[in-house]
């Protein structure tokens, strides 16, 4: 069988701003769905949903600073995590049918991967978890808030916890994993719509809207009255800087993201002027990857809480991989609530 296949490619580096149709270009090619044209220890698959998150624009540049994740390569396939559904294969542990986590998915709906990229998920009928699942609360997202507030943040009962882009694909979570350890916490987000959905449907105790709030250190005079001792950081920039006007004395700042700052190169990004105020508060700041070792962990105590209903998750869907350029514009535009994820295919599996 052939089918059409669109691909998107990196076609120039992002020196500066969001990425444009002058970055990133749609490729339409045939591709043969055959058995016979996949190499020993390979996959073929059909993707599903496609995960579309903050890092990738960094992935984007030529210069390997902040993140420090290497670039992709010019012309060639913009890779991201994505669900997909096994069509054929050359491997042993991999049947026809299975549904898998590919790493290393590319942006379309048929791929031949190696087999050391995928994992098997399983998607058991009233369960509780869905396939969107692990790539939002089971997947990266889920991750990096687990890291940031159980590994790094440590909280304790009655303390006082501060999340920026508290509505994004990590902040969601995490706020609500700061809840279970019995914290009082208060996000910051871009649209009074996204204070009505984390107060309501997500829990947190208070929310604010940085646009309307603009005044970042009265803002958070007003919400911490008693200062913070947990501030999961997801923007960086000025927000960083009014915080450790706030510290209670050994607060912990986990550094998720500052994705105010992707958009610009180093020498014109932000610098926070009141560092010594970690001093004086004996606070700790830690910038952290993800620990994989630590995975298997986070994803046993992650998946009871889904089951449970105590952690709920908000998808933010685009239709078709067409979708891609407008999806990543997005994450720069505070247009989305929850994680952002394109599905891929019109029969996707949820």
Known sequence: MEVERKEWTLEEYVHGGVPTSRHLKLRTSSMVVSKDDVPDGHVLLRLHWLSVDPYLRSRMGSQRDG???????????????????????????????EMVLNT?????????????????????????????????????????????ITVIG????????????????????????????????????????????????IGYDDVFNYNVETDYDAALSKYFPDGIDIYLDNVGGRMLEA??????????????????????VWTERF??????????????????MLDWNRFG??????????????????????????????????????SNAGKVIIQASEDAKA
């Open 67 to 97: 993140l420090y994740f290497p670039p992709f390569e010019l012309h060639k396939p913009v890779t991201t995590f994505g669900i997909g559904e096994v069509l054929e294969t050359k491997h042993s542990s991999f049947g026809v049918g």
């Open 154 to 201: 440590d909280p304790k009962p009655g303390e006082n916890v501060f999340i920026s882009a508290a509505a994004g694909g990590v902040g969601i979570v995490a706020g609500q994993l700061a809840k279970l350890k019995g914290c009082r916490v208060v996000g910051s987000v871009g649209s009074d719509a996204k204070v009505k959905l984390l107060k309501e449907e």
């Open 271 to 288: 610098g926070v002027r009141n560092l010594l105020n970690m001093v004086g508060k004996e606070a700790r700041m830690e910038g952290f």
């Open 243 to 264: 915080v450790l006007n706030h510290l209670n004395t050994r607060a912990r700042i986990p550094l998720c993201g500052m994705i105010s700052q992707y958009n610009q």
């Open 104 to 148: 290393v998915a590319p942006v379309t709906e048929y791929c031949t991967v190696p087999a050391h990229a995928l994992r098997k998920i399983e998607l058991e009928p009233d369960s509780g978890v869905s396939a969107l699942d692990y790539l939002s609360a089971l997947g990266i997202p889920g991750f990096a808030a687990w890291i940031g």
């Open 297 to 334: 962990e986070f994803a046993e105590e992650m998946a009871g809480y889904i089951k449970q209903r105590k952690i709920v998750t908000k998808h933010e869907i685009y239709r078709g991989t067409e979708s891609f350029l407008e999806s990543i514009q997005s994450l720069f535009a505070s």
